[in-house]
């Protein structure tokens, strides 16, 4: 019978959780690639997550906010239904050149990826109203709180919304630290919590991943 309490997870847990599934030669190329024009990618765990959550909702369109070098979109493409389509967002066209490399080496077939190159709050809005069944943001954390504005539109009833880096280094839950990516997350953590539409959760594999399903009703 659960008392209502847990132990902290030890960091010896947490990197055995983090490590608990192998990454291949092709998702180690991709984070090399990213380390090298400084963009960071979806841990292990959080990657794991997300293609559970892919795979679970049976997912044919997913929206992804921050293509990076390709490692989150590797994970959702292999959660994915074999006919589901990635449409990726991402500011730096030179990064999302990179992940069409990963792809590729994925045997990603060209028509299941639509990279746009652009800022995301210009181009979420011309996607399509409820026709997604997942959309996943990376993007600039203070814009996370419109991210989610815009997801709220795009999903599907049913259909889920997750945010990394949602514990932000550690610094979400330490109420002292109040720089604007903080401050921001921490809103939107408030914002997911409080919306009746929505069934949240904060997990804690990687940096944090907050993911929401958007109630049918």
Not at 91 to 109: D, K, P
Request: charged residues 25%.
């Amino acid at each position: 019978m659960s008392t209502g309490s847990t132990t902290p997870i030890t960091p010896e847990s947490w990197a055995f959780a983090e490590a608990y599934l192998d990454e291949d030669h092709i998702f180690g190329r991709a984070r090399q690639r990213a380390a090298e024009v400084g963009a960071v990618p979806v841990g292990p765990g959080a990657g794991a997550a997300l293609r559970v959550l892919a795979a679970a909702l049976d997912a044919r369109t997913v929206v992804e906010v921050g293509t990076g070098c390709g490692v989150s979109g590797l994970y959702l493409l292999s959660g994915m239904r074999a006919d589901g389509v990635l449409t990726s967002v991402d500011i730096e066209s030179e990064h999302q050149r990179l992940a069409r490399e990963a792809f590729s080496e994925a045997n990603v077939a060209a028509n299941r990826t639509r990279l746009i190159a652009g800022a995301a709050l210009e181009v979420l809005p011309r996607l399509t109203d409820g026709a997604y069944d997942l959309v996943f943001c990376d993007g600039d954390k203070t814009e996370y709180s419109d991210y989610l504005q815009q997801a709220l539109r795009l999903l599907r009833p049913g259909g889920a919304v997750a945010f990394d880096n949602a514990l932000w280094h550690d610094r979400v839950a330490d109420s002292a630290q109040r720089d604007p990516e903080t401050v921001a997350i921490r809103e939107l953590v408030r914002l997911v919590r409080e919306d009746d539409h929505l069934v949240p959760a904060l997990l804690p594999v990687g940096d944090g991943l907050l993911v929401a399903v958007k109630r049918a009703d």
